[in-house]
């Protein structure tokens, strides 16, 4: 066999023989003879400069410096350009080019370097590319996926032969998942582009051989990557000697030659050539070939830049340094910073390892054999090798170092066993025990190959075992500090680095390692002193000297051993708590204990936290802390140390004035005071028994599945490195609802709820940043069951309420205490209180049972903001910062459509929030298991991924409507109705996301039972997942948006689309740190921009809405929450792309005193001073004729100056650029102003025109009446649809509609006075809570009440109000409205006529209060009839019929509706008695049906089947004709939409919805008369005409409905849609419940009189329509039922009294209420006096549920029942008895109970009875005499006021 053949055999066989491959290579030839490479010497000249340099220069000063910095200053000073991206860890460099930049620091060439920041890594390379080309010394920093954005350009770059270094930390390429730390792969990504590559192994090396890069490359003239390790060796501090300044000036000198002819090889029209042809096959190889001879001569080249680092600062280095013994026979062979692990460990072991040794490499590209083979011990004594590397290339048979040393071995006929290995991906730690297994692994008979280290491989078993040892040299001190995300730990001890590393001969080392948490994150800072330099680059995990645990909730968090392991025998432990010695010995868990026991700690204690308060320092004790280390550690003298730091104290802090600098100095002092030893029994602990682990676990109400125990708590609990290869996914995918389960307990305080002052408004749920707080409605049987603190108040907001109640609960493990909702609260209702008080309050109990409530949202409007905050959250307890503005956009979008969504989000913050895994924030619901599907691909392409997923989901989408087709085509006949129904039904409705939703829920189950029947129908099943349309959104940030992914949002919503795109604006690279973005506004200071952005915003908004075909808004939610719930409901309603920019305050804004915590004001702010705008463009109303640009933002009134301010990134160039800062913030506040201004021009001009149009297109003719202005004041966006109704009824007759628009809109006075004197001003006002004013009516509230406003400042203008409001708020009912009208009527406006009032509460909501006010308005402006020609109106419906088709009909429900069935429907009276009274009760098993006592219901009856059918015959109508209605109208109701978003019969709409059978209006007969004969439509219009008054009382008393009147005009037949557009929908009947919830669980009971009358013209025996239905109704049906808020007041004792009188079927309240008393008597609680007064017509027939009351009175409950029996004997006749009688008879009974004992007084019954009621009641109370009851009548109609006032009457009358 030949080599080659070998060579071939290799590569077949792979890396699993790789051992014994490398063997038979060498084959038992000898070694072959090594060539030694020439030595490089120094040209003599160059060498006398150097070492002249270096004694002019001196040598460098040591200090404390990170990896990325050493290399930037380096680049900084040998570059005259750099082009800069943020990406970690290389941001870093930039920011420090920057800042250098930014203060005037000159380079070598004594100029300031230019930074330049581009949109992209890409970007970057091809300006640095650009600059290159002109012979400029350009640089760039990246790493990652940036780096690999480079590749074309350094093709290009090296492939021109041009000189250049990129600094490159490298860091692991996101694959199955991203990650920003450090290991290789992107550097070998890129071994092939033609750069050279040198990597450094350690700080030092970072900074030498930066140097050693430029000069090589300027030699050479090949570009250089210089490389290390990201994290490990970039952001590692070690104490390294710098160059001096002046030494880079003496570089460059002698460089000149180099650089003169790289600057002559530049594009120059003075020495022209072209750059970049084009070549074709017979040259391009020939020229490729051509470059050998300048890589050959990369390593002499490298070598001599060594030598030049050596001259100028002694320090020594190779291409490729072997450390240990001379005749090794195990070698390691490594690159970075892992190189210094092995040397530590080498020299630790001495003659143990003395067969052991390490090869560094440093030049890897190119590679030198020679110099490989040259530095390796003798070959023919190395038995066994070990490549370690820190990559993996899952498709080769090794990784390329392996390879390469394989290859440079076999040439050399090395006998050596070679061995992969890879280690320290994405940073994981290697560390001395490591080394030790590698090592061992070599020693073994056979080993393993390919190896890992680092974790358990119990897949592919190719891990190797090992243990934790110290290697660390003697003298060096190890500590850790663990600390929190905010405390200040981690500056605290760079610092202390900083104070040692400069003050005394110590090595100091230090490296910070941070949990994935932006808030409340673990901190560990490990750090390490000594007298020699420290080699290893790995965490401290065994031998360390101190640790400091600076948050107590760690130490029951995390477990001991975590904790303590690396603690070495005897060390030192302090503790920050305020525990004492006592305490702690219960306070420690027990394994905590055992621990320090056994290893003997000193345990000190400080209560950190009380002096960091006592001392005004607040949460910071990051100095407190390193004062106790420097008393305890020993590392420098005590008083040394302190004095050191107040030293650094004054440095740090002297910006910020004397009183930072004197309380932190305080502090320090205080800390040695209030340090103390902890005495405890060492030997008890010690030797305690308990088990290690079980104390750790969490307590949870029911038990997690096996991944949340395997493997979430071990992510959570810092425990993640014991996860085995077998628990993880390969490909990356994770489940969801995973940070539901940390329970992390890190806010020192959560907010709690004052439920009295609570408005429930929802505002402190819908700005929460981590969904922590959220309200909750419970049924009276749910609060049976909850804790006694879950105090709640009974739901407010109309019917949709009610049986609910109401509860604010933050949970106190999950909350950050970020303030956040405590702030926003409009009312103050809620309170910080320390988090472990509210546990002990049980808080904790609380959440934990809200937790089982189960979620009400489908109750509510998603797309209101109280309706949002209803649905389960789908995004909660992120690990975003505290405060972070981001989430709450992101959490609503999951509230509104979280069931169906589909995100790709872009790297950034919001994919660390939401992505990390173990941390994964996106959850599933609890009740249906769907969820947020969550994607994230890249940075920069996260819109072309976004729309790839759309085209995608659409084109399956397709398919599956083609395989629905297919299979009703040829199996539809096999297929169930039902099935073949909803398929139908889903061809039609399937592009409707909320009913696709619905379908695919109904169709499922069916589609999985019906496969079998036909291939067709499996196919469908195949594709069920598609049934749902998901809404698809892409989520990002400003630098996303802005910078790199423009282009592939630009193209995405240029496509047309229905994208949906969210852009999470913080103005920098938040995640990166606080770069600058195209977003960042003029005159910010950001990283990347510290002399301040210069340029202005890029106005986002602006160039998409360009498009025109684009909907896009700019939303703040704390500024205007309606208007963003608005925007992004219209958004994903809108069928094209959107865009939606939402404002978003970062910590990078870095805002003074209230951090993040006043974040939602800060969105006011922004909104108020027009920094941030509000507006809308959408499309889609240009097609109706409207203005698409709505400014929802059209008033400043707001300091810009004052608002920018508050922000440190504004006010620290005041500090440092006063002059800079002036002009910068000058523009930027005059730009502000002209861009409002065009913002309302852009508006106000395209309204008038619409408004015109819209005027001309709707009536022609001179309108006699004055034009008005309608404003209106809407919180929910109700009253906001009223005043557009309004506005179309205006527009029909004429009336001329000026404008529409919000309060807020003429908060100016000026404007206000004129809109009311040139025209009439309409106000129409909704009230939120007790009396509060909706979000888009404050200003205008505030401007008109003003104490500044003049007294008759709208003297002149004229208006009237319609007030919109719940009368259940009694104390506020239309509280705004009344307001508005009593202020405006005291500035001298006139109101033209008496307000209309729209009630909630009333049976039509308010369109009863509407109708009725209506015809008055008319009446005052003398507003024409509408223009009317007779025709036929335009229908509101569109009817498609479906011949053929089938259906399952499923039953209408009206909104806010249940289904109930009926139990018993049994008569009460004797069958032969002229009443029909009934017992109607309805099941509510299975149902959610809350209701509250004194609640009612409405019942939406039917029309009889008989009745129906009379009505189809002679229309002409087929009843089981299958039909779609669509709603064409925007004035048609929401019943009318919810009824007909699924196809239904036309016997459906006549027997559930036409209201065909009630009291016909007179507007119906005029609409009637359009489809009339010419007679009948005469006599028609003659009824509804003031003419026909007589005609119509005439018909009227025959009782006739709205049939009757078709009948009776019978020519008149309109078309179903027209029917639909005339007849009103059948309304509900509202009905008193009778039975109490907790009495008789599982039903509601009802006391319905059938009622009859007999019409007056033809005595004809007539029945209402719903007692009518309920008569014939059988037990079994279903009935459509909503529970109606009650009117009652109750007293809060059940002790109070309660007087009730109960007339007729009125009694069935009272029976409910004598029901709650006796329930609450079996349970042991006191109950007070019940007196009934019962009046009916007679005691035999009408005393309804006489055995009953019996039972109540034996039981003790029911006091007495007094009976006034109207018709019976001996009374009657001639005399009739009424409640009254009676209760003039017994006044006792009503006075000493309500007066002598405060009860309360209920009256039921007829509305005609309560005069005569009531004067009884004061007759009673004025007959009882003495003292405190009123002696006169007026005494007592004074005491009956304030009997009501107080809440103590309650009447429902009907």
Not at 381 to 404: F, H, R, S, T
Not at 877 to 901: D, H, I, N, W
Not at 1001 to 1027: F, N, Q, T, W, Y
Request: hydrophobic residues 40%.
């Amino acid at each position: 066999m030949t080599d080659s053949s070998k060579l071939a055999a290799v590569g077949i066989a792979g890396a699993a023989a790789g051992a014994a491959l490398a063997l038979t290579l060498a084959g038992g030839k000898k070694i072959a003879k090594v060539e030694k490479p020439e030595e490089v010497k120094l040209d003599p000249r160059i060498a006398a400069a150097l070492d002249a340099a270096r004694k002019e220069c001196g040598e460098g000063k040591w200090g404390p410096d990170d990896g990325a910095t050493a290399a930037a200053w380096v680049a900084y000073q040998m570059s005259d350009s750099a082009f800069i991206f943020p990406i970690t860890p290389s941001t870093l460099l930039a920011e420090m080019a920057d800042t250098w930049s930014a203060g005037g620091v000159q380079n070598a060439f004594q100029q300031v370097t230019k930074i330049t920041q581009l949109q992209s890594e890409a970007g970057a390379a091809g300006s640095m590319h650009g600059a290159l080309s002109v012979g400029s010394l350009a640089t760039t920093f990246t790493a990652s996926q940036g780096l690999l954005l480079m590749i074309p350009n350094m093709y290009k770059i090296a492939g021109e032969l041009t000189p250049c270094v990129m600094h490159v930390p490298a860091r692991a390429v996101a694959g199955q998942a991203l990650s920003i730390f450090g290991d290789q792969n992107d550097i070998q990504a890129v071994r092939s582009t033609g750069f050279a590559i040198l990597f450094g192994c350690t700080v030092q090396e970072a900074l030498d051989l930066a140097l050693a890069a430029h000069i090589a490359t300027l030699r050479s003239r090949i570009p250089f990557v210089h490389t290390f390790d990201g994290f490990r060796t970039s952001h590692e501090i070690q104490k390294v000697q710098a160059f001096p300044k002046d030494v880079f000036k003496k570089v460059v000198e002698l460089l000149a030659p180099e650089i003169d002819a790289h600057r002559a090889r530049g594009l120059n029209p003075n020495h022209p050539h072209a750059r970049g042809t084009a070549q074709c096959d017979d040259i391009y190889f020939q020229a490729v070939e051509a470059s050998n001879k300048y890589y050959l001569n990369v390593p002499k080249y490298v070598e001599e830049a060594f030598l030049w680092i050596e001259k100028l600062c002694g320090r020594k280095y190779k291409l490729y340094e072997y450390f240990g013994g001379p005749r090794a026979k195990y070698i390691i062979v490594v690159m970075g910073s892992g190189a210094g692990v092995v040397e530590e460990y080498l020299e630790k072991m001495g003659d143990k390892a003395k067969d052991c040794g390490v090869l560094k490499i440093r030049l890897y590209r190119p590679w030198s054999e020679k110099h490989v083979l040259a530095e390796l011990p003798p070959l023919s004594g190395i038995k066994a090798i070990a490549v370690c590397n820190k990559m993996k290339d899952p498709a080769a048979p090794g990784e390329p170092l392996y390879m390469d040393m394989c290859a440079t071995l076999q040439r050399a006929n090395c006998h050596a066993t070679v061995v992969n290995g890879r280690f320290g991906l994405s940073s994981k730690d290697f560390t001395p025990g490591m080394v030790e297994a590698v090592f061992k692994n070599l020693k073994a008979p056979v080993p393993q190959h390919p190896f890992t280290i680092g974790f358990d491989d119990d897949v592919t078993h190719y891990s190797l075992p090992y243990r934790n040892i110290e290697t660390v040299a003697e003298g060096t001190k190890q500590c850790i500090f663990w600390g929190f995300g905010s405390d200040g730990t981690v500056g605290a001890n760079k610092n202390t680095i900083k104070i040692i590393a400069q003050n005394t001969p110590l090595y100091a080392q230090g490296y910070f390692k941070y949990d994935a948490l932006k808030s409340g994150g673990v901190t560990m800072s490990h750090l390490r002193f000594g007298p020699t330099p420290i080699k290893g680059s790995y965490l401290i995990d065994a031998g360390c000297d101190y640790l400091a645990i600076h948050k107590r909730e760690y130490i029951a968090t995390f477990f001991a051993s975590t904790l303590l392991g690396p603690l070495k025998e005897g060390g030192t432990l302090v503790l920050n708590c305020p525990w004492s010695d006592e305490d702690l010995d219960q306070t420690l868990p027990p394994p905590f204990r055992k621990i320090i026991g056994q290893k003997k700690l000193r345990v000190c204690a400080i209560d950190a936290s009380a002096v960091a308060k006592r001392t005004g320092m607040g949460k910071l004790i990051n100095n407190i802390m390193t004062a106790v280390f420097f008393e305890l550690s020993g590392v420098l003298p005590t008083e040394q140390a302190l004095a050191l730091l107040k030293d650094a104290v004054k440095k740090t802090y002297k910006n910020k004035g004397d009183a930072i600098v004197n309380q932190n100095i305080a502090a320090v002092e205080a800390a040695i005071a209030a340090l103390r030893d902890v005495k405890y029994p060492a030997e008890a602990w010690a030797s305690q028994d308990c088990d290690m682990f079980s104390f750790y676990e969490k307590p949870r109400t029911e038990k997690p599945a096996q991944y949340v125990t395997e493997i979430l708590d071990k992510v959570q609990m810092m425990r993640g490195e014991e996860l085995k290869v077998s628990q993880m996914e390969a490909d990356g995918c994770v489940p969801l609802s995973q940070t539901r389960y940390a329970k992390r307990g890190v806010a020192e305080c959560i907010p709690i709820v004052d439920m009295d002052k609570c408005i429930q408004c929802n505002v402190c749920s819908a700005i929460c940043p981590h969904a922590v707080i959220r309200p909750f409605l419970l049924s009276h049987a749910e609060l049976l069951d909850a804790p006694k603190t879950f105090e709640t108040r009974k739901a407010t907001g109309g019917n949709a309420y009610a049986g609910l109640h109401y509860r604010i609960q933050a949970s106190p493990q999950d909350c950050t205490g970020c303030e956040v909702c405590t702030n926003a609260c409009p009312v103050g209702a809620l309170s910080m209180v320390s988090r472990l008080q509210t546990l002990d309050n049980g808080h904790g109990k609380n959440w934990d049972y809200a937790m089982t409530i189960p979620n009400r949202g489908k109750r509510f409007d998603a797309n209101s903001l109280k309706g949002s905050q209803f649905q389960e959250p789908l995004l909660e307890f992120s690990g975003a910062c505290e405060g972070c503005g981001e989430t709450p956009y992101a959490k609503l979008v999951t509230q509104m459509f979280g069931k169906r969504l589909i995100v790709a989000n872009a790297t950034g913050c919001s994919s660390i929030w939401g992505g990390t895994a173990g941390w994964v924030p996106y959850a599933k619901s609890t009740e249906s298991n769907k969820g947020t599907a969550w994607g994230n691909s890249l940075f920069e392409d996260n819109a072309e991924y976004g729309l790839g997923q759309l085209l995608a989901v659409k084109q399956k989408r397709r398919l599956l409507r083609d395989r629905v087709e297919a299979a009703l085509a040829r199996a539809g006949g096999s297929m169930s109705l039902a099935l073949r129904s909803l398929l139908e039904q889903w061809l039609e409705f399937g592009e409707d996301g909320i009913i696709s939703e619905r379908l695919s829920d109904e169709l499922g189950p069916l589609l999985e039972a019906e496969k079998s029947k036909a291939k067709e129908i499996a196919e469908v099943c195949r594709l069920k997942d598609m049934i749902t349309k998901p809404t698809m959104w892409m989520f990002g940030g400003d630098g996303w948006a802005n910078d790199i992914g423009f282009g592939g949002i630009d193209h995405a919503i240029a496509s047309g689309n229905p994208v949906k795109i969210m852009v999470m604006d913080t103005e920098v690279y938040s995640n990166t740190g606080g770069q600058s973005s195209k977003a960042t506004p003029m005159g910010a200071v950001a990283k990347f921009a510290q002399a301040g952005r210069e340029q202005k915003k890029k106005d986002l908004g602006a160039m998409a809405m360009a498009y025109q075909h684009v909907y896009v808004a700019s939303v703040a939610i704390g500024a205007n929450y309606k208007q963003t719930v608005e925007a992004f409901s219209e958004a994903e309603k809108y069928d094209g792309p959107a865009l939606l920019i939402c404002y978003a305050p970062c910590i990078e804004h870095r805002f003074f005193k209230t951090g993040l915590s006043a974040m939602s004001l800060d969105q006011r702010d922004a909104v108020e001073c027009g920094y941030w705008p509000l507006y809308r463009f959408n499309p889609a109303l240009r097609k109706q004729g409207q203005n698409p640009f709505l400014l929802d933002s059209k008033h400043v009134t707001g300091d810009v100056m004052k608002f920018l301010s508050r922000q440190n990134r504004y006010a620290q160039l005041v500090r440092s650029n006063p002059g800079v800062a002036e002009k910068l913030q000058g523009q930027l506040s005059v730009y502000l102003k002209e861009r409002h201004q065009a913002l309302r021009d852009k508006a106000a001009e395209e309204m008038k025109q619409d408004v015109s149009s819209l005027m001309n297109g709707l009536s022609k003719a001179t309108s006699s009446c004055e034009p008005i202005v309608i404003a209106f004041g809407s919180d929910t966006g109700v009253t906001e649809q009223v005043a557009k109704k309004f506005a179309g009824l205006c527009s029909e007759r004429g009336v001329v509609v000026r404008r529409i628009c919000d309060l807020d809109e003429l908060s100016d006075l000026d404007d206000l006075k004129g809109a009311g004197k040139d025209s009439l001003l309409v106000v129409m006002c909704s009230t939120c809570g007790h009396g509060d004013f909706p979000q888009n009516s404050g200003l205008f509230w505030s401007a008109i009440s003003a104490s500044t406003v003049a007294p008759k400042a709208l003297e002149g203008a004229r208006f009237c109000s319609f007030a919109m409001g719940d009368r259940s708020y009694h104390d506020s009912f239309c509280e705004a409205a009344k307001k508005i009208e009593a202020r405006m009527v005291e500035l001298g406006a006139k109101s033209v006529l008496e307000m209309g009032i729209g009630d909630d509460r009333d049976e039509d909501k308010w369109e009863t209060g509407f109708t009725a006010w209506l015809p008055k308005f008319w009446a005052s402006i003398k507003a024409p009839e509408p223009q009317d020609d007779g025709a036929p109106k335009a229908p509101l419906f569109e009817i498609k019929y479906h011949d053929g088709a089938a259906l399952a009909p499923s039953q209408i429900v009206p909104p806010g509706c249940q289904l109930l069935t009926i139990q018993e429907n049994k008569r009460m009276t004797p069958s032969e008695y002229e009443r029909d009274i009934r017992h109607f009760s309805l099941n509510t098993n299975g149902v959610d049906f809350p209701f509250d006592l004194g609640d009612a219901v409405a019942i939406y009856p039917e029309n009889l089947d008989d009745d129906v059918e009379a009505a189809l015959k002679f229309l002409d109508l087929e009843g089981d004709k299958v039909i779609t209605v669509n709603c064409i109208s925007p004035n048609v109701s929401e019943r009318h939409r919810r009824a007909f978003d699924q196809r239904v019969t036309v016997r459906q709409i006549l027997s559930t919805m036409l209201d065909l059978f009630g009291r016909p209006s007179k507007s119906f007969c005029n609409d009637l008369a359009r489809f009339a004969s010419t007679a009948d439509a005469k006599a028609l219009r003659r009824l509804a005409s003031p003419a026909g008054a007589d005609e119509w009382t005439t018909l009227v008393d025959s009782c006739p409905s709205f049939f009757d009147i078709m009948k009776k005009y019978s020519s008149a037949k309109p078309a179903l849609e027209q029917l639909l557009s005339i007849v009103p929908l059948m309304k509900p009947r509202i009905y008193s419940i009778a039975s109490d919830a907790h009495y008789a669980p599982g039903q509601v009971d009802f006391t319905v009189v059938i009622n009859q009358w007999k019409s007056k013209a033809g005595q004809e025996l007539k029945t209402g329509l719903c007692t009518k239905f309920i008569q014939a109704a059988s037990v079994g049906k279903k009935v459509p039922c909503a529970v109606v808020c009650g009117t009652f007041h109750f007293p809060a004792e059940d002790t109070t009294p309660m007087v009730m009188v109960g007339l007729g079927t009125g009694i069935a309240p009272i029976r409910s209420f004598v029901q709650d008393k006796l329930y609450k008597k079996s349970k042991g609680i006191k109950t007070g006096p019940m007196v009934v007064f019962y009046g009916c017509r007679r005691y035999q027939e009408e005393l309804l549920y006489k055995e009953e009351w019996e039972m109540y009175k034996r039981e003790g409950v029911l006091t007495s029942l007094v009976g006034a029996f109207q018709f019976d004997k001996p009374h009657y006749p001639p005399k009739q008895i009424f409640v009254s009688d009676k209760m003039a008879e017994q006044p006792e009974l009503i006075s000493e109970n309500l007066l002598d004992k405060g009860g309360y007084f209920f009256m039921c019954g007829p509305a005609v009875a309560t005069p005569s009621v009531q004067k009884a009641l004061k007759a009673a109370v004025l007959k009882k005499g003495g003292a405190g009851a009123p002696k006169t009548e007026v005494e007592a109609d004074k005491w009956f006021q304030d009997f009501m006032a107080a809440g103590r009457y309650s009447e429902e009358s009907y």
